[in-house]
């Protein structure tokens, strides 16, 4: 069926820093691609999203391009401020009428100043 | 705050007794799905609804689960006869399904609520 990937966490940075949060993903089909964020004792958020390849989502200075030839959404944030620091979850869901998302098991991003 | 609430945030019950759980999603939103998230992990899918209709079940849920959405606005999530393996955290959320959306594949997002935390012991 259909999974994602994430890179394994904690990440730890230093503020400014540069991110790379690693996601890939096996689907039938074309899903659509997304990045939630989930801050400390807040629920999941929906940080920025793509549905088709090449197409390149972006949100408070996070990107991610959907790569169908690698099956990947990687995130990226070029500077990480201590306020980024937050479990990030890659998700995906498919092309079906279910809009049911299925999750990889999230990283954690530990921004220090 | 008109975002997706869930009542309660927290739960500790003793194993074998029943609970119940609330979710009142976004007013216009057609679309109410329940979610799992155990510790370390992502949050895993266990059904939704489309107004007051069931429309799937993911096989996580099992016979001791129950959720309805009897007016197609608030739903419930009971879980019988409560094991130790239930303690996760329990998410709702909602979205609108446009039905021209729909012939373009194309999905509306979810927006989720802050989820009730379940601690059997």
């Known amino acids: 069926g259909d999974s994602v990937t994430q890179m394994e966490g904690p990440v730890t940075l230093s503020e400014e820093a540069f991110l790379t949060i690693n996601c890939t993903y096996t689907?039938?089909?074309?899903?659509?691609l997304f990045w939630y964020v989930q801050y400390p004792g807040e629920g999941l958020q929906l940080l920025l999203k793509?549905?088709?390849?090449?197409d390149k989502g972006s949100n408070k200075g996070f990107e991610a391009t959907y790569r169908k030839e690698t099956t990947s959404f990687h995130l990226e944030k070029g500077s990480v401020q201590v306020s980024d620091s937050a479990v990030y979850f890659c998700?995906?869901?498919?092309?079906?009428?279910?809009?049911?998302?299925?999750f990889g098991q999230g990283t954690t991003l530990q921004v220090k100043p | 705050d008109t975002g997706v609430s869930q009542d309660p945030r927290h739960k500790i019950t003793k194993r074998g007794q029943n609970v119940t759980f609330r979710c009142d999603p976004i007013?216009?939103?057609?679309?109410l799905y329940w979610y799992r998230q155990t510790l370390g992990q992502g949050p895993e899918f266990l059904t939704y609804?489309?107004?007051?209709?069931?429309?799937?079940k993911s096989r996580l849920l099992s016979d001791r689960f129950s959720a309805e959405r009897p007016k197609g606005s608030f739903s419930t999530l009971e879980i019988q006869r409560t094991e130790q393996g239930d303690s996760a955290m329990y998410l709702c959320?909602?979205?609108?399904?446009?039905?021209?959306?729909?012939?373009?594949?194309?999905?509306?997002?979810?927006?989720f609520g802050q989820g009730t935390r379940l601690t059997v012991v």
């Open positions: 609804f489309q107004n007051e209709a069931q429309l799937e």
């Open positions: 998700a995906l869901s498919d092309r079906g009428n279910t809009g049911k998302l299925i």
């Open positions: 007013s216009e939103h057609n679309r």
């Open positions: 959320a909602s979205s609108l399904r446009l039905p021209y959306l729909i012939d373009q594949g194309l999905n509306t997002e979810a927006f």
């Open positions: 793509a549905t088709k390849a090449d």
């Open positions: 689907a039938t089909g074309y899903p659509s």
